[in-house]
């Protein structure tokens, strides 16, 4: 893939930093186009180090020539910072926004940038770190296909990538985008289960790691349906269903799901407020 032109990362945070050295390492960017921003002058030196390429705290200098911004401030930022660049002129030249923030829509990052902006929204996840992440992107009123082809070129290098109608983005935001936090507190639990039966700590979070790894790529590499996997590992009078069935009296397939529902609803709420 040919080199882009310049990029802006605004907000070299943890998920800035994640997307930047992907961009960076895939060569889908040179580091001489790349430059970040964060809030803090403290926050400069500290991002700069741990990103591999250029910080600063001046936005408008940031994406000044830039042909494609990478929003991801928190979200309550977000909207401050594009109406603030709009009224310096500084999106005039017709910039690409991808805005990561969760919450805020497309609509309303097209309210505050002006007419010359093209937005696309992207919720990627923290495993874009590992490049192995899942991003949704969907397109604002004004992006067009190549918009939407660039956009996902930004994300592929880190794993997984799908196009959906914005209306599904919280949804994404509660599964996709919460979903790591869900299985970390999974795999935990499945590995006090190893060391309440005797094995040490360490190798059962290994375990209980490989074993959702595995579990996870036998979904995405047969395409068979989890339940039909789930089967396969349920011997008539066994352990497993055994234990299942001790799990299912625990509510575990409902409080998952109920979980995902309740982030996604707390995530529709997320851009509202302004700092
Ligand atoms: N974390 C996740 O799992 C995840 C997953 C999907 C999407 N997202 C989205 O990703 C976005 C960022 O999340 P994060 O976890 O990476 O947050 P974070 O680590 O707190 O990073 C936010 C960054 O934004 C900078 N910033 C704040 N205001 C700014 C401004 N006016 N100008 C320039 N930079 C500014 C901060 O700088 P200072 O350090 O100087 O304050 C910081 O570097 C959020 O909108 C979130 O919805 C996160």
């Known amino acids: 893939m040919s080199s882009m032109s310049k990029v802006a990362i605004l907000g070299t945070g943890t998920m800035g930093r994640a997307l930047g050295k992907g961009l960076l390492n895939s060569g889908v960017v040179d580091a001489s186009h790349l430059v970040g921003t964060v ?24 994406v000044r020539g830039a042909g494609v911004i990478l929003l991801c401030t928190k979200p309550r930022a977000a909207l401050p910072l594009v109406r603030s660049l709009a009224e310096a002129g500084s999106l005039s030249h017709g910039p690409l926004l991808v805005s990561i923030a969760a919450g805020v829509s497309t609509a309303d990052l097209e309210e505050a940038g002006g007419e010359a902006l093209r937005v696309v929204r992207a919720m990627p996840n923290t495993p874009c770190l590992v490049q192995e992440g ?7 009123s004004r992006s067009s296909v190549d918009d939407l082809s660039t956009a996902e070129s930004l994300f592929r290098p880190l794993g997984r990538v799908r196009r959906l109608d914005e209306e599904h983005m919280d949804a994404v935001t509660g599964l996709s985008g919460s979903g790591p936090a869900f299985l970390y507190v999974i795999i935990e639990a499945l590995s006090e289960g190893g060391v309440m039966t005797g094995l040490p700590r360490d190798v059962a979070t290994e375990m209980a790691a490989q074993t959702v790894r595995g579990a996870a790529s036998m979904v995405l590499e047969t395409g068979r349906h989890p339940a039909a996997l789930k089967d396969d590992v349920t011997t008539p009078a066994g352990c ?32 509202e407020s302004v700092d």
Request: a negative charge.
């Open 134 to 140: 899942m991003t949704v992107v969907c397109g604002g």
């Open 240 to 271: 497993t269903i055994s234990a299942l069935l001790s799990l299912e009296d625990g509510r575990l397939r409902s409080v998952l799901a109920r979980g995902v529902q309740e982030a996604a609803r707390a995530a529709a709420g997320l851009g």
């Open 39 to 62: 809030k803090h002058e403290h926050e400069v030196a500290p991002a700069a180090d741990s990103a591999g390429f250029s910080v600063t705290t001046d936005n408008d200098e940031a």
